[in-house]
T-cell receptor, first 115, second 114 residues
Framework: GAGVSQSPSNKVTEKGKDVELRCDPI?????LYWYRQSLGQGLEFLIY??????PDKSGLPSDRFSAERTGGSVSTLTIQRTQQEDSAVYLC?????WGEGQPQHFGDGTRLSIL | GQQVMQIPQYQHVQEGEDFTTYCNSS?????IQWYKQRPGGHPVFLIQ?????EVKKQKRLTFQFGEAKKNSSLHITATQTTDVGTYFC??????????????FGQGTILTVHP
């Protein structure tokens, strides 16, 4: 596609449920990044993928969070047993290759609300 | 860990006034990027600075990277209503174990009154 696509755009769920967020990066981009943005805050780095590999998972807030990427393309971020503090906008970005100096192209995000 | 602080948090200006946002890192940066996020939108890449003391201009926007590569600024001359949004700086830590991790500042929210 022309840009990074994320789905769903909005997700409202009850506390304790699992949610799965999807990111479809720009075609040909090998690097993919997940961020979390709380209201009025900056972007909190969660995880990045170099191809299908996520070398550093230390940015994930807890073991309830996991992410995978298959085929070097689509990525999913899964949050298990959601808590109210998980409410935020989850942004995905991609870049042509991984490494410093690469501009990151963002999707419109998934706005997650935990009731 | 690395922290990137941005000030001010909010800035309200009259159209035509100048605007500056400042970014300070707790560690030396290898490079710094600036992004703009319009209300309701997603961050959009503006520019990257790499060299110590580097200055780059984009029309009314001037970006600077400090000599020590620990601070940066964005200056907008004669603001317009189209400049409204949140401006983020984001830096890569020079060395260490955080290679490839982009750390964002909290952003400066700019509002422009016509």
């Amino acid at each position: 596609g022309a840009g990074v696509s994320q789905s769903p755009s909005n997700k409202v769920t009850e506390k304790g449920k699992d949610v799965e967020l999807r990111c479809d990066p720009i075609s040909g981009h090998t690097a993919l990044y997940w961020y979390r943005q709380s209201l009025g805050q900056g972007l909190e780095f969660l995880i990045y993928f170099q191809g299908n590999s996520a070398p550093d998972k230390s940015g994930l807030p807890s073991d309830r969070f996991s992410a995978e990427r298959t085929g070097g393309s689509v990525s999913t971020l899964t949050i298990q047993r959601t808590q109210q503090e998980d409410s935020a906008v989850y942004l995905c970005a991609s870049s042509l290759v991984w490494g410093e100096g690469q501009p990151q192209h963002f999707g419109d995000g998934t706005r997650l609300s935990i009731l | 860990g690395q922290q990137v602080m941005q000030i001010p948090q909010y800035q309200h200006v009259q159209e035509g006034e100048d605007f500056t946002t400042y970014c300070n890192s707790s560690t030396t940066l290898s490079n710094i990027q600036w992004y703009k996020q319009r209300p309701g939108g997603h961050p959009v890449f503006l520019i990257q600075l790499v060299k110590s003391g580097e200055v780059k201009k984009q029309k009314r926007l001037t970006f600077q990277f400090g000599e020590a590569k620990k601070n940066s600024s964005l200056h907008i001359t004669a603001t317009q209503t189209t400049d409204v949004g949140t401006y983020f700086c984001a830096g890569y830590n020079a060395g260490g174990t955080s290679y490839g991790k982009l750390t964002f500042g909290q952003g400066t929210i700019l509002t422009v009154h016509p």
